[in-house]
């Protein structure tokens, strides 16, 4: 799959911005946002190649032929900047706003637009996000700059306000699935439902899913929990082994089975789960916990998730986490009138 | 493409050019050159973006095309080949590009030319023949007003405005202001155009251009468009890109009717400044001056109360006048003048002061009065 692919579900923003390009009215200052995985830095980067486009063809397309695009699809482009965060760092940085301020106070090269591609836009600093109120208010003629993020909340509210908002809905489950399922060549579709539940159904993730080695950890990561949960795994060994793995992806799984266990104990066994596929092990396991204690657990692991984008020793976290979850469940086993 | 050349007819181009690669570049293909033959000529292209470079150099004998190599490595190895050495590149389109000379072999990593972004001549550019010393004269008499990463982004360059048969250039950075007239010969081009035409050539462009335009009066062709500026020597092209913004109208600026004019040696008046400035406030820089008929008083000091006072006679008659200045500003206008004396021309305490060389306008320098 290339980075070029058009993606269906891209089609109504896509055809609203054309709109606006034809009657002059695009916005300098664009939000993308919508759930993770459905490829709004894609969206991005297929709308600056078609502003930056010599000749555009049908639909506002970029032809892929001229100059402009033989430089966009080389990475060379000179009207074209993205900002994200640099290697090992977690946060743009307030230089890497400036030096765009740089670059926006020149011309541009050939005279058509310039695109700044910011994304993850919450990632920003405090000081970087002061530093590009100004530019994002009053840009130079010509600029377009996107925002791109899956979490608008966590944007200042002063840049949020600024921008023109275009959100990215999860596409309908039979169209991701039309999708998705031929890109996953040796699955079957059932395979594919899975993950695009496991992906709460964004198409991209899903794919990333399937490409990734996590998705062999998720059962052996299932009977830790259980372990977990019946008081017979060490919290500070499992927390070792996950961390190992993956730190980030085995809180977001952690998440994603209490939330379905708390699913299964309010609506009962039937209810719709994002992990289909291990239906009977979280009946079981949900049976080692009670409700209170499972909705304190899910509202600790989403406070984890967030510190762990910050400055935090991630097997601290993971630790404290399995420790206070293993806990509670035995405080369960204690009084079990509560 | 391939080619031969001899070792001195390539490295000077290319060490002429290699001066913009920077170091730490935003896009790798950026710290290639771009080589390209045509017929028994090469062309060797180096741009960081801003502004970008292009020499020639004639080749003994070659095939036609282009490609990019890095540029550093490239150099070194030019550089470090004995002098005689005659030297092959030869790049089939692939990813390497080989340099042969006698017994060594080089083999460089090559990126596709077509993915180098070239900045175009512009088109329907003013166009206009100048002496290299005249237009290195005004830069050099300008170009230490301009602002230095200045938020107000227009006042970080030069600019240049054609009115008529003048070419004017004009740097501030706010606090002063430094202007410099120049008749251009050949303007025919420049009338055409009734209103006058601004731009603002970015700090780095200038920089570059006073180290590359030579005290010879050769001319150089330079053409102004809408978005760069370029000026073709004969042995080099420069291209700078513009900034995009309007620079303030610096004419309210400039003083008018200023009634008390002073004439003094500038030699002495610098050597004054030069010792009083030590014992002023080393972040503010501020001198006072006490103009009275006949002498000019200066006075400075600082936290620590220490104090400098210096008297230069002054040719003047008015009344007495206390002003307070920057010293670096008014050291840095006294050092452009260039001639035995100067004349500043001041109205009151809190206006500005013009200082230009005596019965000579060309350059003009503007600076703003400090409180004290």
Known sequence: ?338 | MKFTISKEMLVKPLQMICGIVERRQTLPILSNVHASVSGNRLTLIATDLEVQMSTHAEILNGSDGSVTIPARKFLDICRALPDEATIVLSADGGEKATIRSARSRFTLSTLPAEDFPCMEAPRDAIRFGIAQDTLKYAIEHTQFAMAQQDVRYYLNGLLMEMAGSVLRFVATDGHRLALCDLVVPEAEELEKFNENQQIIIPRKGVLELSRLLEESDAPVQVAVGNNFIQLKTDQIEFVSKLIDGRFPDYQNVVPVNSDKRIVCERDLLRQALARVSILSNEKFRGVRLEFSPGLLHVHAHNPEQEEAEEEVSIDYDGPNLEMGFNVNYVQDALAACETAQVQLMLSDPNSCCLIHALDDEQCRYIIMPMRL
């Open chain 1, 1 to 338: 799959m290339s980075e070029t692919d058009i993606l269906p579900w891209h089609e109504d923003n896509w055809r609203l911005l054309m709109d606006c390009l034809d009657a002059g009215r695009l916005a300098h200052a664009l939000m993308l946002t919508g759930p993770q995985g459905l490829g709004k830095g894609r969206f991005a980067r297929r709308l600056s190649q078609a502003l930056l486009c010599h000749k555009c063809g049908a639909g506002g397309e970029a032809c892929g032929q001229c100059q402009g695009c033989r430089l966009f699809q080389a990475g060379n482009h000179p009207d074209f900047l993205t900002l994200e965060p640099l290697d090992n760092k977690k946060v743009i940085g307030v230089d890497q706003v400036r030096e765009m301020t740089d670059f926006l106070s020149l011309k541009s090269q050939y005279g058509h637009y310039r695109c700044i591609r910011i994304m993850p836009a919450e990632r920003m600093n405090e000081n970087a996000a002061n530093s590009l109120l100004k530019t994002l208010e009053e840009p130079p003629a010509g600029t377009v700059l996107m925002l791109v993020t899956d979490r608008p909340a966590r944007v200042t509210a002063t840049l949020r306000s600024r921008c023109q908002k275009i959100t990215f809905g999860l596409p309908r489950r039979a169209s991701a699935l039309d999708w998705l399922a031929p890109r996953l060549p040796g699955r079957g579709r059932e395979e594919a439902e899975t993950l695009l539940a496991l992906a709460n159904g964004a198409p991209l993730a899903a794919l990333a899913l399937a490409g990734g080695e996590i998705l062999d950890h998720r059962r052996p990561m299932l009977e830790d929990v259980a372990l977990l949960f019946s008081r017979q795994g060490d919290p500070i060994a499992i927390a070792e082994k996950w961390l190992k793995l993956d730190a980030k992806a085995s809180l977001y799984w952690l998440y994603s089975w209490l939330v379905d266990m708390s699913r299964l104990k309010m609506a009962g066994p039937a209810s719709h789960l994002a992990n289909p596929d291990f239906r009977e092990d979280l009946l079981r396991i949900s049976e080692l916990i009670d409700t209170a204690d499972l909705l304190l657990n899910i509202s600790r692991i989403e406070k984890a998730i967030l510190q762990l984008e910050g400055q935090v020793n991630p097997q601290l976290l993971l630790e404290d986490l399995l420790i206070a979850c293993e806990v509670g469940s035995q405080n369960n086993e204690m009084n079990p009138a509560t």
